[in-house]
C-alpha cells in the first residue's frame, strides 16, 4: 500500500466501506512481502473419510516432516562449542524419558476414575429397559467435589467411554456457555450434529449442523428431506438422528459445573428433555461440588419427579495428584529428578490455586525440557550404550569443576585426608570422566535407598503426612525418623507384631505405584531381624496372659506412669511415678528398643544436593516454571515499557531509560506520560505533550506531522487500552481513566 489516504483515490474507494484501514506513512516501502500476501483459502470441515483419503495420499509428506522434527537436535552450548553429537543425544535422551512417563500418567488417569466410568455407564446402559422409570429421564448425580479444575478430565474420560458403551451423542455444557435457553439448546444441538459428521456418519445435512453462537438465528438443514429448522430447535435434532444409518437416538447431556446454572434455565432445560423423550432419548449428568440433597433444592418439585437418578461418587483429585506424583516423579522410571523447592512450589500451587492435573503434568514436563535444553552435563542421563565417555569434551570437565556439589566433594575429600583423591579430581581430567560415569551407579543406588525408606515408612500407616510431603522433605534434608520412633514406642504388645508383618509385606511385595520390586534377596538379614522381634514380643505377650497380666507395658507406655496424691498441711500435692514393671514388660521394653535401633539403621536417605553430580540429572530451578506457570504480566508490560531496548535491541533507545525520548516507541512514551497523571487523564492533553515532543517544532529533529504523529497517537493509546492500563472513562467523555493493575 502505497502512499497516504489523499494521494491514493483509487484506495479511498476500496477501502470506503471499512471501519478501519491501514496507514502506511510517506516514505515507507510500499510493497512489503506481508501487503502483497494474497488473501488465505477458506478452510472447510471435511469428514474423517475424506481426511483418511487425503492423509493416504501424502504419507510421503507427513513422514518427512516427522523425519526433520525428530532429526533436529538442541542447539550447541558451551557458546557453540558443544559438538553436534552431544547436543544430538541430548535430545535423544530427551525424546526417550518423556513418552516413558507419559505413558505411565496415561494409564494412571484412565485407572483413576474406571470404577466410577464403569458404574455410570452401566446405569446409563440399564436405564433404558429399566420398567420402573417411565418417561422420567435417567439422570447421573456424581459428586466431584469442591475442585473445579478435576473435572475436565473426568467429563473427557465420561465422554470416551459413554460413546463406546451406549453409542451416544454425548454433549458438555458450563455455565459460561449456556447462559440461556437458547444458547443452551444451540450447543446441545450443533455438538450432538457435529460428533456424527466428524464420525462420517454424515447425514444430508450441513456439516456445520449446529447454527452459530451469534444472537442471529440460523436455518439449518437436517435429514433427507432437506426442510430446514432453526439451529435451537429438537425438531431438527431429532430429524438428523431419524436421518442416520444407525438406530440410536440418545443424546447424554452433562452439566459440568450444574451448581453454576441458573435454577429456571435447569428447569426449562428438563422440561424440554422430558417432552421430547419418547422420540429423542435424552439423558443427563450433573457434576455436583457439594451434596445431591442441596442440588435438589434448587430445583422444582415437578421438575425432580421427571427424573430417574443415581448417585456416584469419584475419586478425588488429591489422591489422583498422589499416583501421578508416584508415578511420573518419585518412580524408579523417572529419568530426571525433580528438586524439593520446585516440587514444593508444584503442590502449593495445585493446593493453593486449585489447579488441574493437566497443569501439573505440563509442569513436569516443562522441567524436562528445561533441563534437557540447556543443561549440556544432561548428556550424562544416557544409557552405556549410547558412549557418553567420548563424547564428554573439555568444556563438560571444566563445567563440572565449577559445580557447587564438586566442591563439596573435593572439601570432604580433603577433610577426610584422601588427599590423592582431590588433586586429582581437580588436575586429572581422565580421572574426573571416571568419577562422573561412577556416579551412575551411586545414583542409582542413592534412588533405590530412598525409594525403599519412604515404601517402609508409608507401610507402617503411623505417619501423619501425605507421600508427595515426605518425599520433598527427604530430598531436601533427608529421612527424619523421631516422630515415628517415639509413636512405635508408645505402642502396645499387640499393636507392634502388626506393624512388624506390614514391614515384611512391604519389603517382600515393594510398591507397583513406584515400579519398585521387592527385595527380599537383599534384606535377609533385616527379615531375619524382624521376625525375631515378632516371635519375641508375641511370646513375652502370651508368658503375660497365662500370669494373669491384662496386657504389657513398657517404659514408654502411658500404662507405665502413674499419679500419686499427697495431702500435707491441708495442701494437696500431685506427683508423677513410675509403676512397677514385671520381667515381661522389661524384656518387652528392650525389644522395642531393638526394632527403634533396626528401623534407624535401614530407613534412611541423605538431603539430594549432598550427591557429588547431582546437578546433572537433578532439576530444581524455580524460575523458569515461575514465569512460564505463574505469569505477571503487569510486571512485564512495564519492564517493556519503560526499558524498550532490552527487547528491540536498537540503538536510538539505549540511552532513553525511565526516560522520555522522541525516539523512543509512541506507546513507551505515551506511558511515560501517564504515569505522570492521575486517575483520570484528559485524552487532549495527553495528545498535546506527546505532539509537543514528536512534532515538527520540537526539538528532538523527528518532525512528525501532524497527521502522522495523530495516527500513531491512537494506536499508541489503542495499545495501552488493549494491554489493561487504560479505559473509556463514564464520568466525563473526553477523559480516559487508569487501571490499576494487580501485579
Request: proline residues 3%.
Amino acid at each position: 500500500m502505497a502512499g497516504t489516504h489523499d494521494d491514493n483515490p483509487a484506495l479511498f474507494e476500496e477501502d470506503d466501506h471499512r471501519g478501519v484501514y491501514i496507514f502506511t506513512p510517506a516514505g515507507h516501502n510500499a510493497s512489503s512481502p506481508l501487503q502483497e500476501k494474497a488473501r488465505p483459502v477458506k478452510r472447510r470441515r471435511v469428514s474423517s473419510k475424506r481426511a483418511s483419503a487425503a492423509a493416504e495420499v501424502a504419507p510421503d509428506t507427513e513422514g518427512a516432516t516427522h523425519a526433520t522434527t525428530t532429526a533436529a537436535a538442541f542447539p550447541q552450548l558451551f557458546g557453540g562449542k558443544e559438538s553436534a553429537e552431544a547436543a544430538g543425544l541430548r535430545r535423544q535422551v530427551f525424546d526417550t524419558a518423556w513418552p516413558v512417563l507419559d505413558g505411565r500418567i496415561k494409564n494412571v488417569l484412565r485407572e483413576a476414575n474406571r470404577t466410577t466410568l464403569e458404574d455410570v455407564s452401566s446405569f446409563i446402559r440399564d436405564a433404558e429397559g429399566d420398567a420402573t422409570r417411565g418417561t422420567r429421564i435417567p439422570a447421573g448425580f456424581i459428586i466431584t467435589g469442591p475442585n473445579i479444575a478435576s473435572q475436565d478430565l473426568l467429563f473427557e474420560q465420561l465422554s470416551e467411554a459413554l460413546g463406546k458403551a451406549t453409542q451416544a451423542r454425548f454433549v458438555r455444557l458450563r455455565a459460561a456457555g449456556a447462559p440461556n435457553l437458547k444458547a443452551a439448546l444451540k450447543k446441545v444441538i450443533r455438538d450432538a450434529t457435529a460428533q456424527v459428521s466428524l464420525d462420517g456418519g454424515g447425514g444430508d445435512g450441513d456439516d456445520d449442523g449446529g447454527g452459530g453462537d451469534g444472537d442471529e438465528d440460523a436455518e439449518v438443514a437436517f435429514g433427507r428431506d432437506g426442510r430446514k429448522y432453526l439451529d435451537y430447535d429438537l425438531e431438527g435434532l431429532h430429524a438428523f438422528l431419524g436421518a442416520q444409518q444407525d438406530s440410536s437416538r440418545r443424546v447424554i447431556v452433562a452439566f459440568e459445573d450444574s451448581e453454576a446454572f441458573e435454577s429456571s434455565l435447569l428447569t426449562d432445560l428438563l422440561a424440554l428433555f422430558h417432552s421430547w423423550q419418547g422420540r429423542i432419548q435424552f439423558s443427563v449428568l450433573f457434576g455436583i461440588a457439594t451434596s445431591v440433597e442441596l442440588f435438589q433444592a434448587r430445583l422444582l418439585k415437578s421438575t425432580a419427579r421427571q427424573l430417574f437418578g443415581a448417585k456416584f461418587d469419584v475419586v478425588q483429585a488429591d489422591l489422583v495428584l498422589d499416583n501421578v506424583f508416584k508415578s511420573a516423579i518419585a518412580g524408579t522410571q523417572a529419568t530426571l529428578r525433580l528438586g524439593p523447592t520446585l516440587l514444593r512450589s508444584l503442590l502449593d500451587r495445585q493446593r493453593d490455586q486449585v489447579a488441574g492435573i493437566r497443569v501439573f503434568i505440563s509442569s513436569i514436563k516443562y522441567a524436562y525440557m528445561c533441563h534437557f535444553y540447556a543443561n549440556p552435563l544432561s548428556v550424562l542421563l544416557a544409557d552405556e550404550k549410547s558412549h557418553t565417555r567420548q563424547l564428554l569434551q573439555p568444556e563438560h570437565i571444566q563445567a563440572v569443576r565449577t559445580l557447587d556439589s564438586f566442591k563439596a566433594h573435593v572439601e570432604a575429600a580433603v577433610d577426610a585426608r584422601q588427599l590423592n583423591h582431590a588433586q586429582s579430581l581437580v588436575e586429572d581430567d581422565s580421572y574426573l570422566v571416571k568419577q562422573m560415569v561412577e556416579q551412575r551407579q551411586k545414583k542409582q543406588d542413592y534412588l533405590m535407598q530412598l525409594l525403599r525408606s519412604l515404601h517402609l515408612l508409608t507401610s507402617m500407616d503411623i505417619v501423619s503426612g501425605r507421600f508427595t510431603d515426605l518425599y520433598v522433605a527427604a530430598l531436601a534434608g533427608g529421612l527424619d525418623l523421631t516422630p515415628t520412633i517415639d509413636a512405635i514406642k508408645r505402642l502396645g504388645a499387640d499393636d507392634v507384631p502388626a506393624l512388624i508383618n506390614r514391614l515384611l509385606t512391604a519389603i517382600q511385595t515393594g510398591s507397583p505405584d513406584l515400579d519398585l520390586p521387592g527385595w527380599e534377596d537383599e534384606a535377609e538379614e533385616l527379615i531375619s531381624s524382624l521376625s525375631e522381634i515378632r516371635d519375641e514380643i508375641e511370646a513375652l505377650a502370651e508368658q503375660a496372659r497365662e500370669k494373669g497380666q491384662q496386657a504389657l507395658k513398657s517404659k514408654f507406655t502411658a500404662q507405665s506412669k502413674v499419679l500419686r496424691t499427697t495431702v500435707v498441711a491441708q495442701k494437696v500435692q500431685l506427683s508423677q511415678d513410675t509403676a512397677k514393671l514385671t520381667d515381661e514388660d522389661k524384656a518387652f521394653g528392650k525389644a522395642i528398643d531393638s526394632l527403634a535401633d533396626l528401623l534407624t539403621h535401614n530407613i534412611y536417605s541423605d538431603p539430594i544436593d549432598s550427591l557429588f553430580l547431582h546437578e546433572a540429572w537433578a532439576y530444581d530451578a524455580e524460575a523458569p516454571y515461575r514465569d512460564v506457570f505463574v505469569p505477571r504480566p503487569g510486571t512485564t508490560f512495564e519492564r517493556a515499557l519503560t526499558r524498550p531496548h532490552g527487547y528491540l535491541g536498537c540503538e536510538c533507545c539505549s540511552k532513553a531509560v525511565g526516560t522520555l525520548s522522541a525516539t523512543l516507541p509512541t506507546t513507551c512514551i505515551l506511558y511515560q506520560l501517564y504515569l505522570e497523571t492521575g486517575s483520570l487523564v484528559n485524552a487532549a492533553d495527553l495528545w498535546s505533550a506527546y505532539y509537543a515532543l514528536v512534532g515538527e517544532e520540537s526539538d528532538a529533529g523527528l518532525g512528525l506531522s501532524e497527521r502522522e504523529a495523530l495516527v500513531r497517537f491512537y494506536r499508541g493509546l489503542a495499545e495501552l487500552r488493549l494491554m489493561g492500563f487504560v479505559k473509556q472513562s463514564k464520568k466525563k467523555a473526553d477523559h480516559v481513566a487508569k487501571v490499576k493493575w494487580l501485579l
